[in-house]
């Protein structure tokens, strides 16, 4: 056939060989490595940076070498957490700077003070870009959906929470300012400000004398705690804990088959109050269950056996603690859904009276609302201000410390939303019999699209990542409390992925904790796919089994880029570091 077209056979051959070699000499698919940079965590804590002399801060020659070892190993982009939740670690007048105004951790002194000093010294996001830049890696922002308010650590204490009842760390645009978070649906359930100021009367200068606490689930075994499992703590401020030494009467009872402990013969002055657990092993045999700060189950007394006004709450381990100081561990009042008293080291316990205005009680979900025209604004000013730097490129992440909620599809029932909801439908969201809830966090969502647009304009021709999460919900959520409040926090709330990219707001997808490329089989080839992992699991694997996840997959064709979550623990681990050193320096597809 080729003579017959006048083709010679060899330079045709000589094609197909050239073709051939070409293919062979192509090098394998391996995704880049890059990392996170949580500056609050590497400043805060010496134990990061162990070879070096402590300063008391993070000196920038310390700083410098850190990001040396990323470079060295390979790692060829930063993502610099440029918030800490609401704050930011960069002077600013519109959202708060860490450490000024009471935003800051009083209940962790010396990191806070390492961390103060050290923004007094060099600001992260001029210093990391260039010094990233001289390293040849790239430096991006790293920015949060939402983690503006957060909740998940209310109890952690500093000026700020006295003065205005709520999270230290929060942006400092919210706090005079709760009706721009998210609502619950009237219901009734929550008092009014009146209501709020006649328990606060009750309250003051009663002595508690017997205490019912009354799991919110039926067990059929009886409950497991003896009074030698438990010790009570008492506060005036719920910050500053003491142990109640004097002697009570414990018993346990129960009721419908849900499990009571009862306390006697107390004489508490405090408001504050909490019955600590001891060590339990986090498994499913807990016999005690609190999933309401309201049951009327739940009771307190005085010393003349009248009721006592009384909001319960729940103290959990310190997720930087290996065992539990019951003398600093604060009482969250919101509590997002059922959390098992007799699992780990957790309490319960309550404030006499209303310890929260009643506008905080009610919006204390963590969510900015988006389909506020205030709050958009902010967003795209706080936006701006990281936007000013030269950062490579921006990525939003569903990190997040806002609280997870029960009941998710009953929150952002704003009269905004209401207004939105009744211009488009026609119908009343506040309505007693509404119940078409999805459609109500589709139309809340199309504020975040409106944001992500808005973002878009303000980066220009600068990359945006976009992080999406989809964790399934705990198989024991009583017992894996403290797994759902940290990634469940958006509940039934929907992210537009599909619609982003098609529109052009984003450049790249992330998938966070799980690993599932052809999830978004659609968008491939339009953006890029990023894999983050978290540094827990990859501890708890060992760095041979790390090694190979590595090289699985950064080997997918579908995976442009490994995400490691958090650079100062690879920093301090020359054994992790080491295994992504020899991902990214082999030639070969495997270690």
Same mark, same amino acid.
Request: glycine share 6%; aromatic share 12%; proline share 7%.
């Given at each position: +056939?080729?003579?017959?077209?006048?083709?010679?056979?060899?330079?045709?051959?000589?094609? $197909?060989?050239?073709?051939?070699?070409?293919?062979?000499?192509?090098?394998?698919?391996?995704?880049?490595?890059?990392?996170?940079?949580?500056? $609050?965590?590497?400043?805060?804590?010496?134990?990061?940076?162990?070879? @070096?002399?402590?300063?008391?801060?993070?000196?920038?020659?310390?700083?410098?070498?850190?990001?040396?070892?990323?470079?060295?190993?390979?790692?060829?982009?930063?993502?610099?957490?440029?918030?800490?939740?609401?704050?930011?670690?960069?002077?600013?007048?519109?959202?708060?700077?860490?450490?000024?105004?009471?935003? =800051?951790?009083?209940?962790?002194?010396?990191?806070?003070?390492?961390?103060?000093?050290?923004?007094?010294?060099?600001?992260?996001?001029?210093?990391?870009?260039?010094?990233?830049?001289?390293?040849?890696?790239?430096?991006?922002?790293?920015? !949060?959906?939402?983690?503006?308010?957060?909740? *998940?650590?209310?109890?952690?204490?500093?000026?700020?929470?006295?003065?205005?009842?709520?999270?230290?760390?929060?942006?400092?645009?919210?706090?005079?300012?709760?009706?721009?978070?998210?609502? =619950?649906?009237?219901?009734?359930?929550?008092?009014?400000?009146?209501?709020?100021?006649?328990?606060?009367?009750?309250?003051?200068?009663?002595?508690?004398?017997?205490?019912?606490?009354?799991?919110?689930?039926?067990?059929?075994?009886?409950?497991?705690?003896?009074?030698? #499992? +438990?010790?009570?703590?008492?506060?005036?401020?719920?910050?500053?804990?003491? /142990?109640?030494?004097?002697?009570?009467?414990?018993?346990?009872?129960?009721?419908?088959?849900?499990?009571?402990?009862?306390?006697?013969?107390?004489?508490?002055?405090?408001?504050?109050? /909490?019955?600590?657990?001891?060590?339990?092993?986090?498994?499913?045999?807990?016999?005690?269950?609190?999933?309401?700060?309201?049951?009327?189950? !739940? %009771?307190?007394?005085?010393?003349?056996?009248?009721?006592?006004?009384?909001?319960?709450?729940?103290?959990?381990?310190?997720?930087?603690?290996?065992?539990?100081?019951?003398?600093?561990?604060?009482?969250?009042?919101?509590?997002?859904?059922?959390?098992?008293?007799?699992?780990? %080291?957790?309490?319960?316990?309550?404030?006499?009276?209303?310890?929260?205005?009643?506008?905080?009680?009610?919006?204390?979900?963590?969510?900015? @609302?988006?389909?506020?025209?205030?709050?958009?604004?902010?967003?795209?000013?706080?936006?701006?201000?990281?936007?000013?730097?030269?950062?490579?490129?921006?990525?939003?992440?569903?990190?997040?410390?806002?609280?997870?909620?029960?009941?998710? #599809?009953?929150?952002?029932? !704003?009269?905004?939303?209401?207004? $939105?909801?009744?211009?488009?439908?026609?119908?009343?969201?506040?309505?007693?019999?509404?119940?078409?809830?999805?459609? *109500?966090?589709?139309?809340?969502?199309?504020?975040?699209?409106?944001?992500?647009?808005?973002?878009?304009?303000?980066?220009?021709?600068?990359?945006?990542?976009?992080?999406?999460?989809?964790?399934?919900?705990?198989?024991?959520?009583?017992? #894996?409390?403290?797994?759902?409040?940290?990634?469940?926090?958006?509940?039934?709330?929907?992210?537009?992925?599909? &619609?982003?990219?098609?529109?052009?707001?984003?450049?790249?997808?992330?998938?966070? !904790?799980?690993? &599932?490329? #052809?999830?978004?089989?659609? *968008?491939?080839?339009?953006? &890029?796919?990023?894999?983050?992992?978290?540094?827990?699991?990859?501890?708890?694997?060992?760095?041979?089994?790390?090694?190979?996840?590595?090289?699985?997959?950064?080997?997918?064709?579908?995976?442009?880029?490994?995400?490691?979550?958090?650079?100062?623990?690879?920093?301090?681990?020359?054994?992790? $570091?080491?295994?992504?050193?020899?991902?990214?320096?082999?030639?070969?597809?495997?270690?």
């Amino acid at each position: +056939m080729c003579k017959m077209l006048g083709i010679s056979r060899f330079p045709l051959a000589m094609l $197909l060989v050239g073709q051939l070699l070409a293919a062979a000499a192509e090098p394998p698919h391996k995704a880049m490595v890059s990392t996170t940079m949580d500056f $609050l965590d590497l400043s805060g804590f010496p134990s990061y940076y162990p070879d @070096e002399e402590d300063q008391g801060y993070l000196t920038l020659s310390q700083y410098e070498k850190c990001l040396k070892k990323l470079a060295d190993a390979g790692i060829r982009k930063i993502y610099l957490r440029v918030n800490v939740t609401g704050v930011m670690l960069f002077p600013s007048k519109s959202v708060g700077t860490y450490g000024v105004d009471g935003g =800051h951790f009083a209940a962790f002194p010396d990191l806070t003070s390492r961390v103060i000093k050290t923004l007094e010294h060099y600001n992260p996001c001029t210093e990391t870009i260039r010094i990233g830049h001289e390293l040849g890696m790239e430096v991006w922002a790293w920015e !949060n959906y939402y983690d503006d308010i957060a909740h *998940v650590l209310t109890g952690y204490a500093s000026d700020s929470s006295e003065k205005f009842g709520i999270y230290p760390l929060m942006d400092i645009f919210y706090r005079g300012h709760p009706e721009y978070l998210a609502w =619950h649906k009237p219901d009734g359930t929550l008092p009014s400000e009146e209501e709020c100021a006649r328990r606060n009367r009750e309250a003051v200068g009663r002595h508690i004398g017997r205490i019912i606490f009354t799991s919110d689930f039926e067990f059929d075994e009886p409950c497991r705690v003896k009074k030698e #499992d +438990m010790e009570l703590y008492v506060s005036d401020d719920n910050y500053t804990w003491r /142990k109640y030494t004097a002697p009570f009467e414990f018993a346990t009872a129960r009721v419908d088959r849900r499990n009571q402990v009862i306390l006697n013969g107390l004489d508490i002055a405090e408001r504050y109050v /909490k019955l600590q657990c001891g060590e339990y092993p986090p498994d499913t045999k807990f016999t005690m269950v609190i999933n309401s700060s309201r049951s009327p189950d !739940n %009771q307190v007394y005085d010393t003349d056996g009248k009721l006592i006004p009384a909001l319960w709450g729940i103290s959990l381990k310190d997720i930087n603690q290996k065992t539990v100081d019951p003398r600093r561990q604060c009482l969250n009042y919101i509590i997002p859904g059922p959390a098992a008293w007799d699992c780990f %080291q957790r309490a319960v316990g309550f404030a006499t009276g209303e310890p929260f205005h009643p506008q905080i009680s009610a919006f204390t979900r963590g969510m900015p @609302e988006l389909t506020i025209p205030a709050v958009m604004k902010h967003k795209l000013e706080r936006f701006a201000e990281i936007a000013a730097y030269p950062f490579d490129g921006f990525a939003f992440s569903t990190r997040t410390h806002s609280q997870v909620v029960s009941d998710p #599809d009953l929150w952002g029932y !704003n009269p905004e939303v209401r207004e $939105l909801y009744m211009k488009r439908y026609g119908k009343d969201i506040w309505a007693p019999d509404f119940t078409d809830y999805a459609r *109500v966090q589709e139309l809340r969502a199309e504020g975040l699209d409106a944001f992500m647009a808005g973002c878009r304009r303000i980066a220009g021709k600068r990359p945006v990542y976009a992080h999406i999460a989809e964790w399934p919900a705990p198989a024991n959520p009583a017992a #894996d409390h403290v797994n759902t409040i940290y990634w469940n926090s958006f509940g039934s709330f929907p992210f537009h992925w599909q &619609k982003w990219v098609d529109e052009g707001l984003v450049d790249g997808i992330t998938m966070v !904790n799980w690993f &599932k490329p #052809d999830h978004f089989a659609s *968008v491939r080839g339009k953006v &890029k796919l990023a894999c983050f992992r978290e540094v827990s699991h990859v501890t708890e694997m060992g760095p041979e089994a790390f090694l190979k996840e590595l090289f699985e997959r950064g080997g997918n064709p579908a995976v442009d880029e490994l995400e490691l979550y958090e650079s100062c623990v690879y920093c301090s681990s020359p054994e992790l $570091l080491e295994q992504v050193k020899r991902y990214t320096s082999s030639k070969e597809v495997g270690p």
